[in-house]
């Protein structure tokens, strides 16, 4: 057995060893020149229209298709169908070499491949009146029943200006949408594309043995635009900018039953003060409606926001400053009021004094980020 085994080793290894030396041939051998036998051994040698650049290029198509042939033999199918496709590139119309591509791809799964080239090899030998077109044409006929197909279907409504549709990145022609086109069995990527659109991509498995196929592409959804300076002011504006709130207390003081002019300004401070709450309860609820609107389909989870989002965001920040700051004036003139009307002095008993009049005014403004507050009066 051990013997045995040795003279199979021996026999395989010089079949192995030339291929190897073909292959390094390939590297070495020059894109033309001059050969001993031009069309000895030659897939479609000899045929009408079949003949190639130069001697070099047929040299190197013979060496292929003879290490395809090996890789075959070994099992290495997926390294066969390689080295055929490099003869088919050299020299595509050699009948020989597309008859065994084709049965490379077919014994790789590949079934619309190996029909493709079936197909191609028919015509070729049919045009040029070579007897094999009979055979490439049958094995050809043989594979149709198992071809997959797939249908790349686009609704007219779909269809935007300079739509493209691509399977697997090889543009698909407009007159083949909706077609039900051979493929081989496995993944595919379709791809659909348009100026201003989003892009849009789906992977889809085709089963083997006469699968049916259809991918349906939708409508693609406009790319969003950065809005112009004056349209996104007119579209998100900002908290407006409250008029001032002026309150005018007017009264006796120190006279025929007055107040004292000091309880007068508190109560002046105390009117500004219930002004500013006021205004800091305006640009609270402003605030919470930017944000709100800023998460209705402009904002995501993550706070990711488009241009709109974006100046909603802004606006809601700049309404919440100014209704901090509102608050925070308002609280302290209300403050200020209780200390000035508590601690201000009774009306002196005794002789009447001369009747004063005392005016008080307060005036209240509030907007993005500022809040005054101005108390004044006479007496």
Not at 7 to 29: E, F, H, N, W
Not at 110 to 132: C, H, L, Y
Not at 164 to 189: C, F, K, M, S, Y
Request: with cysteine; charged share 15%; net charge positive.
């Amino acid at each position: 057995m051990r013997r045995g085994a040795r003279t199979k080793i021996g026999s395989s290894l010089p079949r192995r060893l030339g291929c190897a030396v073909v292959a390094l041939s390939l590297a070495l051998a020059p894109a033309s020149g001059a050969a001993s036998e031009p069309g000895a051994g030659l897939p479609g040698a000899g045929l009408p229209g079949a003949g190639l650049p130069g001697a070099g290029h047929k040299e190197q198509v013979l060496a292929l298709y003879q290490v395809a042939r090996q890789l075959l033999e070994d099992g290495r199918i997926a390294e066969a169908c390689a080295v055929l496709e490099q003869g088919r590139t050299l020299d595509p119309t050699a009948i020989n070499l597309l008859l065994r591509l084709g049965e490379c791809l077919a014994r790789a799964g590949r079934t619309a491949g190996a029909w493709n080239v079936f197909s191609e090899a028919a015509a070729i030998a049919k045009s040029s009146g070579d007897p094999r077109a009979a055979r490439a044409a049958a094995l050809a006929a043989a594979l149709e029943p198992r071809l997959s197909r797939m249908a790349i279907a686009v609704p007219a409504a779909g269809a935007a200006p300079g739509l493209e549709i691509r399977r697997n990145g090889v543009p698909v022609a407009p007159a083949q949408w909706g077609q039900a086109l051979p493929v081989d069995p496995g993944t595919h990527t379709i791809e659909a594309r348009a100026p201003g659109r989003k892009r849009w991509s789906l992977v889809r498995a085709v089963p083997p043995d006469g699968a049916r196929v259809v991918v349906a592409v939708p409508v693609l959804e406009q790319e969003p635009r950065e809005p112009p300076a004056g349209a996104r002011a007119a579209a998100a504006p900002g908290p407006r900018q409250q008029a001032p709130a002026v309150l005018t207390i007017a009264g006796q003081g120190d006279g025929d039953g007055g107040w004292p002019a000091q309880r007068v300004i508190a109560l002046a401070s105390g009117g500004a003060g219930l002004v500013g709450l006021g205004l800091g309860a305006v640009f609270g609820a402003e605030a919470i409606a930017r944000r709100d609107a800023s998460n209705r389909g402009h904002c995501d989870a993550r706070s990711r926001c488009d241009a709109a989002g974006v100046a909603l965001r802004e606006d809601a920040q700049a309404a919440g400053t100014a209704s901090t700051i509102a608050f925070s004036a308002g609280t302290a003139a209300l403050l200020a009021a209780g200390l000035l009307f508590w601690t201000a002095p009774s009306s002196a008993a005794g002789a009447p004094a001369p009747a004063r009049r005392a005016a008080t005014t307060a005036a209240a403004a509030a907007g993005p980020g500022a809040f005054s507050l101005v108390v004044g009066g006479s007496y």
